[in-house]
């Protein structure tokens, strides 16, 4: 019934870019934040930046000024626009989605995308 849908991943070189989308579709009434999370080999998830409807942002460690994450109007799609990339960036990029569905908030988690950066 709903999807969260991520594209954008690659492989870039350091200093490079990439442009990371994500779209939550289906029967969803509500959006709530949305934002995106990592996971490098052996490491556990964490947050690399999350938005709210109002437009608030967090950011986790090591990517302010680096990363910018953004939302279109209709509130179902979020960007991350990820500049001066370094190889510690590279892993796979889980999109997250607060929905409500039928009557009830959850959290939505994408497929994820494999982000690898090269020195």
């Known amino acids: 019934q709903v999807q969260v849908a991520e594209s954008g991943g690659g492989s870039v070189q350091a200093g490079g870019s990439l442009r990371l989308s994500c779209t939550a579709s289906?029967?969803?009434?509500?959006?709530?934040?949305m934002g995106w999370y990592r996971q490098a080999p052996g490491k556990e998830r964490e947050l690399v930046a999350r938005?709210?409807?109002?437009?608030?942002?967090v950011y986790g460690e090591g990517v302010q000024g680096r990363f910018t994450i953004s939302r279109n109007k209709a509130g179902n799609t979020v960007f991350l626009q990820m500049d001066s990339l370094k190889p510690d960036d590279t892993a796979v990029y889980y999109c997250?989605?607060?929905?409500?569905?039928?009557?009830?908030?959850?959290?939505?988690w994408g497929q994820g995308t494999q982000v690898t950066v090269s020195s």
């Open positions: 289906g029967r969803i009434l509500s959006f709530s934040t």
């Open positions: 938005i709210s409807t109002g437009a608030r942002v």
């Open positions: 997250n989605a607060g929905l409500r569905l039928s009557g009830q908030w959850a959290e939505y």
